[in-house]
């Protein structure tokens, strides 16, 4: 396979934009599938799982390999509910570019935003599609000044609509300057469309377009603004190479248009796949750090460099867990022993897979830049390295937000304990978002994830996919600790027994501090007082308490702990000595410093027809509810504000209720915030 004709990208989207029906689309006219799925009728060939057929969203990231003109296509469609964030955030870590569809009416929404954010976190190249233009109150200009505020880069149309709702027929492309007409009568798949000149009607406006667009480009592009400010001629392919650079530098994003669902604008769509976003020659080099030297190392994008990849998810399969993997450099082959750099454990590749949704095709090798996924592996979880065992790599690790959602989970059956146990651990493994516990107090298994829905999804597959029947309690906020002042405090752990004792002292300064960590650790010892490998206990016994928390059991947050003093004893110190005293310490601190209970906020945004915007605006006040902000979109109420999540359980069934079914909203978390006094006497 030659490198520079692969494509690796996403589609990423706010919940109903259109990625799914995208993605169908692109299967079909690739050739990948032989009938276009739809989400409607739960025959989407991407949403596979049964709890994504049943809601009609996507839950889960589903990757494929398919092949445009003579391009290879590895495609990935994410999920836009904010629920299941991590996986457009690992599907972003491993691709190399992306396809964000807005809606023509809705333009940019709350998660569009997200996803946007995510992909700068990576550095991807984007490509914008606004979708739906066949819909009642489609506005392409305006969404494209959205993405222009809103989302802070230059975008760039290299298209126009041909007519708009119900007349919407093709697109006009700004490039070439010819239209592509589809043929609703004719051909009922998208298939057949004719490319004409531009009609009269259109001329004007197209090459007034075109115009903005050399200009806007020449502006971002070195290579054109000296052939614009002369005013020589520039050609199409120019353009083209322009459009190009400016996406990969990520200093302009091109706007196209179209209507997946009524199958128009996807072929061109694809065609600016192959233009304009990057091959994986075309991305920085790799770059990870040696795990014994923690010196930088560096890996080129070809097959005979040393063996890279990254584990960007797991999913547990009846056949053996499938890991799905980038490779970066290199190739690997089936049958081969590799090395998880950060773990220094060696694993064992028997079979690799290029995958289609849920389906797979069995093959010998994976090689630099392309995604698959392999059958073999133990110890290798979501963010952790592959490499070469004698030229070890750990390259650059994935963020995962915190759960926000908790409740008890207990099995029905005193039988079906075990089985509970082994499905917990399986969707813990494929999920980073979700979490297992015990909780120590009451001994109640306790599971966390990212909202109600996510939970629920959690709940049904243990029932349809592991045959696990559980009660599950009502759903409980996960607050956070944090402290009101500063203070000093003393922490001793003295134990005398028969032989050596335990003898363990620091002096620790606690104070509030908002970090990039959620406990900020600083080691002010001088003269050597406390030994180095001491001090690492000390942050270890800081760290580890606040995460299980102090006084009502909730992780600690936003503190600064700096070590300033400490003594040792010749005979009796130890790293657990030292581990203990700094626990105690801290424990005393919090209890000194008054600890403060935070609730999680969460960003809100609320879409409803203008006659219900009474009802729906003094039901969110009693949740305690801040309005910032009140729009217009396409005839409907926009409201934007922030809410804690305590208030919001059940609140889609109360939304439903009083708009008769027509509104919606979207949640993300946003920040943590001191709970009032009656939030903290319903949770201690």
Request: with cysteine; charged share 30%.
């Amino acid at each position: 396979m030659n490198i520079e004709k692969m494509r690796n990208f996403g589609i990423a989207a706010h919940i109903d934009a259109g990625k799914t029906t995208t993605s169908e689309r692109i299967l079909y006219y690739t050739g990948k599938s032989y009938k276009m799925g739809e989400v409607h009728d739960g025959t989407a060939v991407m949403d596979w799982m049964e709890e994504e057929q049943k809601r009609g969203i996507t839950i889960t990231a589903a990757a494929t390999t398919c092949a445009w003109n003579d391009y290879q296509f590895n495609l990935i469609d994410t999920p836009g509910h904010v629920d299941f964030t991590i996986e457009v955030e690992r599907s972003l870590r491993v691709l190399d570019g992306a396809i964000c569809v807005f809606c023509g009416v809705g333009g940019v929404e709350a998660q569009s935003e997200t996803v946007w954010r995510q992909a700068d976190r990576y550095g991807v190249p984007r490509i914008c599609f606004v979708n739906k233009m066949d819909r009642i109150g489609v506005d392409f200009m305006k969404v494209v000044g959205e993405i222009n505020e809103r989302l802070g880069i230059k975008a760039i149309p290299i298209q126009l609509p041909l007519g708009r709702e119900q007349g919407f027929k093709g697109v006009i492309d700004l490039v070439t300057m010819r239209a592509m007409v589809y043929s609703d009568d004719v051909d009922k798949l998208g298939v057949n469309f004719s490319v004409d000149e531009i009609p009269d009607e259109y001329k004007k406006e197209a090459e007034k377009q075109r115009e903005k667009m050399i200009e806007a480009l020449a502006e971002q592009v070195d290579f054109l603004t000296e052939k614009f400010l002369n005013g020589e001629k520039i050609t199409n392919d120019e353009l083209k190479k322009a459009i190009r650079e400016g996406t990969i530098n990520l200093k302009l994003v091109p706007v196209m248009c179209g209507s997946a669902f009524k199958k128009k604008g996807i072929q061109p769509l694809l065609d600016a796949v192959c233009d304009y976003l990057p091959s994986p020659l075309d991305r920085k080099k790799i770059v990870g750090t040696n795990p014994y030297t923690d010196e930088e190392v560096s890996r080129k994008t070809v097959p005979d460099e040393r063996f890279s990849a990254l584990d960007f998810k797991n999913a547990s399969d009846k056949h053996g867990d499938l890991t799905f993997i980038r490779v970066y450099s290199g190739k690997i082959t089936s049958g081969t022993r590799v090395i998880n750099s950060g773990k220094d454990k060696k694993e064992l590749i028997s079979r690799i897979y290029k995958m289609h949704a849920n389906s797979r095709e069995q093959v010998d090798e994976l090689s630099c830049g392309e995604i698959g996924a392999v059958i073999g592996l133990k110890y290798t979880v979501t963010g952790d390295s592959l490499s070469d065992p004698d030229h070890p790599i750990v390259l650059e690790k994935m963020e995962f937000p915190d759960t926000v959602i908790s409740m008890a989970i207990e099995p029905k059956t005193d039988a079906e304990k075990e089985k509970l146990g082994v499905a917990l651990a399986k969707l813990a493994k494929e999920d980073p978002t979700f979490k297992v516990r015990l909780d120590s107090e009451t001994g109640q298994m306790i599971i966390s994830g990212m909202g109600e829905l996510h939970l629920e999804v959690i709940k049904n597959r243990m029932l349809s996919e592991y045959k696990v029947d559980a009660n599950v309690g009502a759903p409980k906020v996960s607050y956070r600790e944090t402290i009101g002042k500063k203070v000093e405090v003393e922490g001793k752990f003295i134990q005398q027994t028969g032989g050596h004792g335990q003898f363990g002292h620091v002096w620790i300064t606690l104070e509030p501090f908002k970090g990039d960590e959620p406990v900020t650790f600083v080691d002010a010892i001088k003269g050597g007082k406390i030994p180095k490998q001491f001090i690492r206990s000390v942050e270890k016994g800081i760290r580890e308490t606040a995460t299980t928390g102090v006084a009502g059991g909730y992780t600690l947050i936003d503190i600064k702990v700096t070590l300033t003093d400490g003594s040792t004893h010749p005979v009796d110190s130890s790293d657990l000595a030292f581990y203990t005293a700094a626990s105690i310490a801290l424990r005393k601190g919090v209890e000194l410093a008054k600890s403060i209970l935070l609730e999680p906020i969460m960003s809100l945004e609320i879409v409803v027809p203008e006659q219900y915007m009474g009802d729906v605006i003094s039901e969110i006040h009693s949740r305690r509810a801040n309005i910032l902000e009140m729009g217009t979109r396409g005839g409907l109420r926009i409201i934007k504000g922030d809410v804690p999540l305590a208030e919001m359980f059940g609140y889609s069934t109360v939304l439903r209720s009083i708009t008769q079914g027509r509104g919606t909203f979207t949640m993300e978390p946003l920040e943590y915030r001191p709970a009032p006094a009656k939030a903290f006497s319903s949770v201690a």
